[in-house]
Structures are given as structure tokens and as C-alpha cells.
């Protein structure tokens, strides 16, 4: 088991294809099955940068990824602040296969992008995440 609870409306996504060192840079956006750790669609939607994301970065595994999302939503819910809701917890895969967390960005720009990534997004955000949900 995953350790992923089924009722998170979860896809986590990777940036990819910067030529920097950071992921500013990136040119590749995909969604990653955060049960087996392999992209599993594209994220052209997500930002201009990436609307000609290729097709060879799908299927691609990235190892750690239930890890990061139980902790990430572990970390998420021992926050003292009731009214923080949303958080997009970013995190990096380094070159020894290890997740590292390195910031968590209040998600307010970058959440209805996220919300309108499928139909279970949209009724979890209203039902649990949101204001009319509590």
C-alpha cells in the first residue's frame, strides 16, 4: 500500500526540461500517478512555458513520490492555521533518488489550475478544502 488515502484528489506534477538550475526554466510539465510514481498525462495546461510538452517524459517513474505525498499531507495537516487551506508543497527528486522538501507556497494563484485538473478536484476542493465545505 501507498500509504495515499483514496479520497485525495491527488496528481502530483514535475517540471523538466530546464536548462538551468532551478525549475523556472522548465519547458516539460506532467502529472505524476502518485501510486506508482509514473507520469501519466501532460501538464500543457499549467503555464505557457510549457504547452509543447513532449511526449517522451510520459511513463517516466520517479521514485519516492507516495512518500512525498503522505508527508506532504501529513505536514499539511499539522499546520496551526485553520484558514490555510490549499498549500502546493514543492519538493525535487536529487540525483541519489532522495525527495527533499524545499518550500510550501500558499496556492492561491496556482490553485484553480489545480482545481479544474478533473471533475473529483473541483467537488473534493468544495466539499473539504474550501470555505463553503467547513
Known sequence: SSGINAEWPLRPGVWAGSASETSH????????????GLTCNYGKWYN?????TS??????YYPGV??????????HESLPYSWL???GWDCMVTEDSD????????????????????????????????????
Not at 519547458?27 to 506508482?36: A, E, F, K, L, R
Not at 503522505?70 to 505536514?75: D, G, H, I, K, L
Open 99 to 134: 525527495i527533499v522538501f524545499f518550500e510550501g507556497n500558499l496556492a492561491a494563484w496556482r490553485c484553480p489550475r489545480r482545481l479544474f485538473l478533473s471533475l473529483s478536484n473541483l467537488i473534493y476542493f468544495i466539499g473539504y478544502i474550501s470555505w463553503v465545505g467547513n
Open 48 to 52: 505557457p512555458n510549457f504547452v509543447n
Open 25 to 36: 526554466g522548465a519547458t516539460n510539465c506532467y502529472m505524476i500517478d502518485p501510486h506508482t
Open 85 to 87: 487551506n490549499v498549500v
Open 55 to 60: 511526449s517522451e517524459g510520459l511513463g517516466v
Open 66 to 75: 507516495a512518500e512525498a505525498v503522505v508527508t506532504a499531507v501529513e505536514t
